[in-house]
């Protein structure tokens, strides 16, 4: 058993402390206290080493940070083109349904504002100007067969030249 006087100092001392505290004004003795002198004594590394950084970021709202970002101030920033670096855009693209975009084009509104005669003087144009050109080849190639057969029945031992002299001799000047 311990000593009756032991038991008793206790009992007081425990009282006393509840006096104490209960008559003690919290608020002002904190605001007594020199935070920047507490905070000096603290070693941050060894407090967040004893963090748990998944259970803190587990309790984040993802959806509410998102709303408070204003994504137009972002992209005027810098380090934006870091961001985008990292984008896996093929795994974006994979996520767009192209089938659903599509349906959003108003055909009509397209055409309306489509110059389809440029589209079509264009394509046409090409055409016209792959068929010219083929037919100036053949004509190219008609020409060179002639000139052998007459230089044949003529039996012309050389070729005459490619070009008139007066042609010839303007090409060779400087």
């Keep these: 058993m311990t000593d009756p006087v032991e038991s008793l100092a206790q009992r007081v001392a425990e009282r006393v402390v509840e006096i104490v505290v209960d008559a003690l004004d919290v608020n002002a003795l904190v605001r007594r206290v020199d935070l920047n002198a507490v905070l000096g004594q603290l070693d941050i590394n060894e407090i967040l080493t004893r963090v748990d950084v998944n259970a803190l970021l587990n309790r984040v709202d993802v959806d509410a940070l998102l709303g408070r970002v204003d994504v137009n101030a972002l992209l005027n920033r810098a380090d934006v083109e870091e961001v985008m670096r990292r984008v896996d855009v093929g795994a974006l693209l994979d996520r767009v349904d ?31 100007s792959e068929a010219l050109d083929a037919a100036r080849s053949q004509a190219v190639g008609l020409d060179q067969f002639i000139d052998r057969w007459v230089g044949r ?20 000047e400087p």
């Design 153 to 172: 029945l003529l039996r012309r031992r050389h070729p005459g030249p490619l070009a008139p002299t007066a042609l010839l001799a303007a090409r060779a």
């Design 98 to 128: 192209v089938n659903e975009l599509v349906q959003r084009i108003d055909i009509d509104v397209l055409i309306g504002e489509t110059d389809l005669g440029a589209i079509i003087a264009r394509s046409s144009g090409g055409a016209a």
